[in-house]
């Protein structure tokens, strides 16, 4: 635990936003009882699905109330097979090396908010995969075009000190909740292949923020270097 | 003419590209009899389908022999309507102040080699529209999850001196035929809003290329400000 985490290991789980969904373009990567990493598996929205389904899935979080949350919904649904959640760091793992097949992070880089935090997050993937594993990534894009983000982006610019990078307010308080950021594609790209993956199937997309916003995103699937 | 037109002025007809489609969004703006100048028409793609459906249009590009093929192509259809093909270059128009409702550029943008003439281009489109007038506009962005436009944005750039521009050889001779450039959407984005436009629409697309590669695209309509 350390400074960079405080906001997200404190927050109140219902107050963690969970809004992509998983692409289908993922079942082009799994195989039968694949091992899948769900990093920052928040509430368990991909994790739960993916282990009914028959995978061993393995969820991390920051935050222990949300692991509690995801745990209890695990249960609930009188699945097959559960997740196991851990609460845990991702830029140290708690797990071997090549432990995984796939590794997904859905909107988690988007609260890490430094360049150097991301590479030491992208590098730890990579460590606990196997060779030729997948590393499947859904996060925000930069939207430009939308005069909303547009102006946050500019304004934010003096705090966040990142381009892209906005400022999230407790809507009850008002009070500075969490600093997200939105990619380029040219960023997400070398982050990437800079550090062990090669681009393995890539596309431009819509989400939906918790807000209602629409936004700019990419799903992304990166391919270990064997 | 100057030196910026030189190699669209004297590219043959039938090598000057033009791939991309008009966007059925364009009929959100347009209204009956309404006047359309396509900047850059090339062979008369947008521009005689559009005279066909009834509006009044002028097609300009700086290449005569294009003009000539796109004017033949107009007259075989047999059309209700067919467009006016004038010879002009974009930075300077032969047309006074107000007198179009809506300005149409396809692929024209990423021709324009330096940032300067895009913003004249910009800002001349600007004077010849009506207040209220729209700007449509389809154009290429940077692909950089393909590692074929990665390496040429990388490999073209001490040449090209612009980030996302590539080099297009000529396939007979090997000879540099053009410069291309492909867009960011921050950069497409402040490019209106800096030059006379509000965003009315944008959407991020994909296009195919003269050459089948698949690439990044932008549609977006401006608004001139009232």
Same mark, same amino acid.
């Given at each position: 635990?350390?400074?960079?985490?405080?906001?997200?290991?404190?927050?109140?789980?219902?107050?963690?936003?969970?809004?992509?969904?998983?692409?289908?373009?993922?079942?082009?990567?799994?195989?039968?009882?694949?091992?899948?990493?769900?990093?920052?598996?928040?509430?368990?929205?991909?994790?739960?699905?993916?282990?009914?389904?028959?995978?061993?899935?393995?969820?991390?979080?920051?935050?222990?109330?949300?692991?509690?949350?995801?745990?209890?919904?695990?249960?609930?649904?009188?699945?097959?097979?559960?997740?196991?959640?851990?609460?845990?760091?991702?830029?140290?793992?708690?797990?071997?090396?090549?432990?995984?097949?796939?590794?997904?992070?859905?909107?988690?880089?988007?609260?890490?908010?430094?360049?150097?935090?991301?590479?030491?997050?992208?590098?730890?993937?990579?460590?606990?995969?196997?060779?030729?594993?997948?590393?499947?990534?859904?996060?925000?894009?930069?939207?430009?075009?939308? #005069?909303?983000?547009? /102006?946050?982006?500019? =304004? +934010?610019?003096? $705090? *966040? @000190?990142?381009?892209?990078?906005?400022?999230?307010?407790?809507?009850?308080?008002?009070?500075?909740?969490?600093?997200?950021?939105?990619?380029?594609?040219?960023?997400?790209?070398?982050?990437?292949?800079?550090? #062990?993956?090669?681009? /393995?199937?890539?596309? =431009? +997309?819509?989400? $939906? *923020? @918790?807000?209602?916003?629409?936004?700019?995103?990419?799903?992304?699937?990166?391919?270990?270097?064997?």
């Amino acid at each position: 635990m350390n400074d960079r985490t405080i906001p997200w290991s404190s927050l109140k789980g219902k107050d963690i936003p969970a809004t992509i969904k998983l692409d289908h373009v993922i079942h082009r990567f799994t195989s039968p009882g694949c091992h899948i990493l769900d990093i920052g598996c928040s509430a368990g929205n991909a994790s739960i699905p993916l282990a009914s389904q028959g995978f061993l899935v393995t969820g991390i979080d920051i935050n222990p109330e949300v692991l509690q949350m995801a745990r209890r919904s695990s249960l609930s649904r009188n699945s097959y097979q559960v997740p196991l959640f851990v609460r845990a760091d991702a830029i140290t793992l708690p797990f071997t090396p090549e432990s995984f097949d796939i590794v997904i992070m859905q909107a988690f880089l988007t609260t890490i908010i430094t360049k150097e935090d991301r590479v030491r997050i992208i590098r730890e993937a990579c460590r606990v995969l196997q060779p030729g594993g997948y590393l499947y990534l859904a996060d925000f894009g930069q939207t430009w075009h939308s #005069g909303i983000y547009r /102006e946050r982006y500019i =304004n +934010d610019l003096p $705090v *966040t @000190k990142e381009e892209g990078s906005i400022i999230a307010y407790d809507q009850q308080t008002g009070e500075v909740s969490y600093i997200a950021h939105h990619f380029t594609e040219k960023e997400l790209v070398f982050l990437l292949v800079e550090n #062990g993956f090669e681009i /393995e199937f890539f596309k =431009n +997309d819509k989400f $939906v *923020t @918790k807000t209602g916003n629409r936004v700019n995103g990419f799903v992304a699937v990166g391919r270990k270097e064997a």
